[in-house]
Each structure stands twice: as C-alpha cells, then as structure tokens.
C-alpha cells in the first residue's frame, strides 16, 4: 500500500488508474491493483508473485520516503 500526502492527494491520486506500471527507489517492479479514490492511497501489486514490492533498508514494506515512479 501507498499513502499519498496531502499535496501528491490533489495532485497524483487523480491520474492513476489500475493497471499502471510502478517501480520504487529498489528497482522493484509492480501494477496500480486498486486506488482509493475517497482517501490517498494506493495498493501496488508486484510484477511476479514470488516477489515483493518493499523497500530494499526494510524487506516487507515500504519506507515512508520511498520514491515510487509510475510509468
């Protein structure tokens, strides 16, 4: 899961849609699987199931400044 800020709320949530490819600061790849458009988040599944979409500093989840790209 994703947790937008406040300003990234009004300005990225808007222009996702699932499906979207993502990759974070680890290389890892994944795909928008669901958007919460009533709140500022975002579930990111990864590319293969056998891996994960996590930080590389903390396996299993994402630290809180992860930089996430979305192509």
Same mark, same amino acid.
């Given at each position: 899961? %994703? #947790? +937008?800020?406040? #300003?990234?709320? +009004? &300005? $990225? =949530? !808007? @222009? =996702? #849609?699932?499906?979207?490819?993502?990759?974070? *600061?680890? &290389?890892?790849? *994944?795909?928008?699987?669901?958007?919460? @458009? =009533? *709140?500022?988040?975002?579930? $990111?599944? !990864?590319?293969? !199931?056998?891996?994960?979409?996590?930080?590389?500093? #903390? !396996?299993? $989840? =994402?630290? %809180? &400044?992860?930089?996430? @790209?979305?192509?």
């Amino acid at each position: 899961m %994703v #947790t +937008l800020d406040s #300003t990234e709320t +009004l &300005s $990225v =949530l !808007p @222009t =996702l #849609t699932n499906g979207q490819k993502c990759t974070n *600061g680890n &290389s890892k790849v *994944g795909y928008i699987n669901s958007i919460d @458009t =009533l *709140g500022r988040s975002f579930i $990111v599944m !990864p590319a293969n !199931p056998d891996q994960q979409f996590d930080s590389a500093a #903390t !396996p299993g $989840v =994402l630290n %809180v &400044s992860e930089t996430i @790209t979305i192509v």
